[in-house]
């Protein structure tokens, strides 16, 4: 039988030093044996010469029960080699990764981004950090989110938000695209999985009725200044509390909006500069907002000459009687259970910059001009 008739119907009959090179004078690039009592096939890749050591370098690897899956697996590793894109096989899971890498990108995290990374990693690990990093599949991750939605909440029946799913992917999908730029895995497994679609988020926004009855009410409480200024200026809850009384000028009427504040887990406080530079800006004032605020800086000045201090530039605008940080989320509950008292309902702290842009439409000026123009609103609730 001539030799272009032959057919190789088995492959056990092939031999199997395939693929030679090369590389080192006639040394073989790579080899598949059959350990004896092993079902497998093992593939044996030749890496070189170990640079330290002088030593030669292998990389075994079991590829299954196939011959001729091995001998693709083979090829294909080989061309890694040729190509530079091998990477070596390794054992590390993804909760060893995950806690490597939260600790190796930290420096340059804020410590509020760190602590909302450790708390994801710490939900992730427990469903998926046995898993070898190389292990890793799309189905694997897109199964993980599906899991979330269903039954992912702590302690309590139900699923978890869509929009915090989708911060587990972004988190892994950081994490795993650093991995495979360190050379740990060949592709991201994140790429082509895809989290939930978030749900539309429901704004509720307060009519001029509702705003005159809840801020009467909040004559009735310590926060009626706060809550003044946060609806007649759109500031947001972390900015008006990091404000400072160098940051207003009532003879102007304007305040310099240049940084937030943050609590940490432990307690601590942050201030934060503005992410871009449309976070700085300039807000101006309606006269009443204005007094309102020239009436809270009276008041409180009155109650640190009493405590035998003096109110000084430096000061928190909003701060507790000893001059430290509000809690934020103390004065988001406040705003929540005084708007149930007035019977609005679904009032968010959140929300009050969505019914400051409405108060400015209806006063005919367009909320991104607030920096620019002087609004006149129709305030005599205040």
Same mark, same amino acid.
């Given at each position: 039988?001539?030799?272009?008739?032959?057919?190789?119907?088995?492959?056990?009959?092939?031999?199997?030093?395939?693929?030679?090179?090369?590389?080192?004078?006639?040394?073989?690039?790579?080899?598949?044996?059959?350990?004896?009592?092993?079902?497998?096939?093992?593939?044996?890749?030749?890496?070189?010469?170990?640079? &330290?050591?002088?030593?030669?370098?292998?990389?075994?690897?079991?590829?299954? /029960?196939?011959?001729?899956?091995?001998?693709?697996?083979?090829?294909?590793?080989?061309?890694?080699?040729?190509?530079?894109?091998?990477?070596?096989?390794?054992?590390?899971?993804?909760?060893?990764?995950?806690?490597?890498?939260?600790?190796?990108?930290? %420096?340059?995290?804020?410590?509020?981004?760190?602590?909302?990374?450790?708390?994801?990693?710490?939900?992730? +690990?427990?469903?998926?950090?046995?898993? /070898?990093?190389?292990?890793?599949?799309?189905?694997?991750?897109?199964?993980?989110?599906?899991?979330?939605?269903?039954? %992912?909440?702590?302690?309590?029946?139900?699923?978890?938000?869509?929009?915090?799913?989708?911060?587990?992917?972004?988190?892994?999908?950081?994490?795993?695209?650093? *991995?495979?730029?360190? %050379?740990?895995?060949?592709?991201? /497994?994140?790429?082509?999985?895809?989290?939930?679609? /978030?749900?539309?988020?429901?704004?509720?926004?307060? &009519?001029?009725?509702?705003?005159?009855?809840?801020?009467?009410?909040?004559?009735?409480?310590?926060?009626?200044?706060?809550?003044?200024?946060?609806?007649?200026?759109?500031?947001?809850?972390?900015?008006?509390?990091?404000?400072?009384? &160098?940051?207003?000028?009532?003879?102007?009427?304007?305040?310099?909006?240049?940084?937030? +504040?943050?609590?940490?887990?432990?307690?601590?406080?942050?201030?934060?500069?503005?992410?871009?530079?449309?976070?700085?800006?300039?807000?101006?004032?309606?006269?009443?907002?204005?007094?309102?605020?020239?009436?809270?800086?009276?008041?409180? *000045?009155?109650?640190?000459?009493?405590?035998?201090?003096?109110?000084?530039?430096?000061?928190?605008?909003?701060?507790?009687?000893?001059?430290?940080?509000?809690?934020?989320?103390? +004065?988001?509950?406040?705003?929540?259970?005084?708007?149930?008292?007035?019977?609005?309902?679904?009032?968010?702290?959140?929300? *009050?910059?969505?019914?400051?842009?409405? +108060?400015?439409?209806?006063?005919?000026?367009?909320?991104?001009?607030?920096?620019?123009?002087?609004?006149?609103?129709?305030?005599?609730?205040?």
């Amino acid at each position: 039988m001539s030799i272009g008739s032959r057919k190789w119907h088995d492959t056990d009959n092939l031999v199997n030093l395939i693929f030679k090179s090369s590389l080192e004078g006639s040394a073989m690039r790579g080899r598949i044996i059959k350990r004896k009592g092993s079902s497998n096939y093992t593939i044996v890749l030749q890496l070189g010469l170990d640079p &330290s050591t002088g030593k030669r370098q292998q990389q075994w690897i079991t590829a299954g /029960p196939s011959k001729r899956e091995a001998e693709k697996q083979m090829a294909k590793l080989i061309h890694e080699l040729d190509s530079g894109t091998f990477t070596k096989p390794n054992k590390k899971t993804l909760a060893e990764y995950l806690n490597e890498w939260i600790h190796s990108v930290r %420096g340059n995290l804020s410590p509020r981004t760190v602590e909302g990374y450790i708390t994801i990693i710490n939900r992730i +690990i427990p469903a998926l950090g046995a898993i /070898p990093i190389t292990q890793l599949k799309p189905d694997t991750l897109q199964k993980y989110y599906s899991d979330c939605l269903n039954s %992912g909440r702590l302690n309590k029946p139900g699923g978890l938000n869509p929009l915090t799913v989708r911060h587990h992917h972004a988190l892994l999908h950081r994490a795993l695209k650093n *991995a495979m730029e360190w %050379g740990l895995i060949m592709r991201n /497994p994140a790429d082509t999985a895809h989290p939930p679609k /978030p749900r539309p988020t429901e704004i509720s926004i307060m &009519s001029e009725g509702e705003i005159q009855a809840f801020l009467e009410a909040a004559k009735q409480t310590p926060y009626f200044h706060l809550y003044h200024t946060i609806l007649f200026t759109g500031l947001r809850r972390s900015e008006v509390l990091a404000l400072r009384w &160098s940051d207003i000028d009532l003879l102007l009427c304007q305040i310099s909006v240049s940084r937030s +504040i943050h609590r940490l887990r432990d307690g601590s406080y942050i201030f934060r500069p503005p992410k871009s530079a449309k976070g700085r800006r300039t807000v101006a004032l309606s006269p009443v907002a204005t007094q309102v605020l020239r009436e809270h800086r009276e008041k409180t *000045a009155t109650e640190r000459l009493l405590d035998g201090s003096l109110l000084k530039d430096s000061d928190l605008v909003f701060s507790e009687k000893d001059g430290s940080p509000i809690r934020p989320n103390t +004065i988001s509950r406040a705003w929540s259970d005084l708007a149930k008292r007035c019977g609005i309902l679904a009032s968010r702290l959140h929300d *009050a910059r969505h019914s400051h842009a409405s +108060i400015m439409l209806k006063a005919g000026i367009h909320p991104d001009s607030a920096g620019k123009a002087r609004p006149q609103y129709n305030s005599n609730h205040a």
